[in-house]
Structures are given as structure tokens and as C-alpha cells.
């Protein structure tokens, strides 16, 4: 009689094992599926982003920049160059001529999920440099701190990454695994970040679907000139020694006024000393470890 309940028993609770698994692998599988779901669906966040360009003093510069998530890809970019890029291709679908486009390249970052990779984006004198890298393996710390930001519940974590240490707040509850410049890796949106000096900071203020992303739908026509980080930091450093070079030899043109908006001959050697000394002034690159060393 004993061994017969005791069968039943065992039998019951191993159904009820099984059962919950199942109950268990269903409802993980349901997650991955809503997170690919949303993965995969197109996204545009804006984010207000602010910087000190001379770290010595509190002056901030502020930029509108855009973040365009479509599929494995996503895209942060200032919103001053979708506007241009808008323009053009706006003009060119209905035969008007565009005078001028945008070169606000500073900070665009892609991120090719898929992969692996990112390209990072810099504004020479004339040209834009490209530089394709490994995607970073972050080492987020994620703490048990929350906090509202908006109507999202956020959670802190924090991260070292090349010569600042950042703090972030991501949203569970929007499970996009991105966030702005290279930052990502996080189980959800980064909606608040920034670095514990007070020279950068990102905040979201704006999420919303199945935005165009102007660039999958249409080829604009830019070249750029493809660089790993020696030969960004030897171009930065020419430019440093020679500044007005391509202005001298007739690739860029400049003019230079006196006071009642007379054009004068532009002093080469003085224009040099000004650049160079603005340049050191406001060496405070986003990635710290990477900023030039400028002779005084």
C-alpha cells in the first residue's frame, strides 16, 4: 500500500517538474522572440548631448544627436547632418540642385551588430576619415540601484572605457541592447549616460518606431578616406604643425577680413600660433586616452 502511494507520489511530483520546465522554457522563449521582435523593428532615439571641448573650464557645447537602430545595425549620428542629408536627397528626387551639405561628422559612430564591427567618423580640413574597428568588449558593472527617468525604471551601471569612467542608467523595459557613440551590450536602452569627470553626457529625449533610416533607403555619394588610429594621430599632428597647408597650396580657400570687412592678405604665422594654441585648449577627445600630446 505504501510503495503504491509512494509510486504515485514520485510520479506527480515528477509531472509537476516537467511541467514547470516547460512552463519555464515557454515563457524564455517568449522573451527571446518579444527581444528579437524588437530588435529587428526600426527605431530612431534623439539624444541631447553636451561636452566640455577645454576641459579646465565649465563652458558646454550641445548637440542634437540622432541614434537609428534598424535590424543588427544602428546608427548615431548628429541630427544637424540628417537634415543636410535629408535635403539632398529630397532635392535629388525632385531635380533641384543642392548648394552646400553638411560635414557634421564629430562623433558618428556605426555599429555593425552582425559583424562585429563599428566605424567611427572624423572631420579633417577637407576629407572624412573612417576608421573600421573590432566592436570593444564593454565590461559593464551592473549595480542594483534604480531610479525613474521619465516614465522608464532605470538601473545604474558603470564602465571604464579608454581614460573615463562612465555611468549609465538603462531601461529594462525597452530591450534594445544599444545606447549612444559606441556604447552598447546593456539588456536595454541606454536612456541617461555619463562620465564621472562632467565632460560628456547623453540623455534620451525622445524614442520613436519605424522611423526611415535615410541611409539603408538611399545611396548618398560620400568618400571617405579609410585610417587606422597611427595614421589619425599623424594626420591630426601635420595639421597641428601646419595648419593653413591646404590653403596655401590652393586645395581649401579661406578669407580673412580686417575690422571694417576689408579682405587682407591672411599672416600665416600668426593664424598658426592662434590654431595651434585653440587646439591644445581644447584637447579633451571623448576617448581621453586617445588625446594627441601637442607640443607647447
Known amino acids: 500500500m505504501y ?7 514520485i510520479s506527480f511530483s515528477s509531472f509537476f517538474k516537467l511541467k514547470t520546465f516547460w512552463i519555464k522554457a515557454i515563457i524564455l522563449l517568449l522573451l527571446i522572440f518579444n527581444f528579437n521582435i524588437l530588435q529587428s523593428q526600426k527605431y530612431r532615439g534623439t539624444y541631447s548631448m553636451k561636452y566640455k571641448e577645454d576641459s579646465t573650464k565649465s563652458d558646454l557645447t550641445s548637440k542634437e544627436m540622432l541614434l537609428d537602430i534598424d535590424g543588427t545595425s544602428s546608427r548615431f549620428y548628429s541630427y544637424k547632418l540628417f537634415k543636410s542629408d535629408s535635403t539632398i536627397i529630397a532635392n535629388e528626387k525632385s531635380g533641384r540642385e543642392t548648394k552646400g551639405r553638411s560635414l557634421d561628422y564629430e ?6 551588430r552582425n559583424e562585429n564591427q563599428i566605424s567611427k567618423f572624423y572631420k579633417g580640413l577637407i576629407d572624412i576619415y573612417e ?4 566592436a570593444p568588449n564593454l565590461q559593464w558593472k551592473v549595480s542594483n540601484t534604480v531610479k525613474m527617468i521619465g516614465n522608464h525604471q532605470c538601473q545604474k551601471a558603470s564602465l571604464d572605457y579608454k581614460g573615463r569612467t562612465w555611468e549609465a542608467w538603462f531601461a529594462a523595459d525597452i530591450p534594445i541592447s544599444d545606447g549612444p557613440y559606441i556604447f552598447s551590450g546593456l539588456p536595454g536602452l541606454i536612456i ?4 564621472t569627470l562632467g565632460s560628456y553626457s547623453f540623455d534620451l529625449t525622445a524614442l520613436k518606431k ?5 541611409y539603408t533607403a538611399n545611396r548618398l555619394s560620400l568618400k571617405t578616406v579609410p585610417v587606422n588610429i597611427k595614421q589619425l594621430h599623424k594626420l591630426y599632428m601635420d ?3 601646419d595648419p593653413y597647408k591646404e590653403v596655401k597650396s590652393g586645395q581649401a580657400k579661406m578669407k580673412v577680413v580686417d575690422q571694417d570687412g576689408k579682405e587682407i592678405t591672411p599672416n600665416f604665422q600668426e593664424l598658426t600660433k592662434i590654431r595651434q594654441e585653440s587646439l591644445r585648449k581644447t584637447n579633451n577627445p571623448i576617448e581621453l586616452s586617445e588625446a594627441i600630446r601637442y607640443p607647447h
Open 3 to 9: 510503495s503504491e502511494n509512494s509510486q504515485s507520489y
Open 107 to 112: 562623433f558618428m559612430v556605426i555599429k555593425k
Open 192 to 195: 541617461s549616460m555619463s562620465d
Open 239 to 241: 595639421f597641428y604643425n
Open 131 to 134: 576608421m573600421k574597428e573590432v
Open 210 to 214: 519605424n522611423e526611415e533610416n535615410i
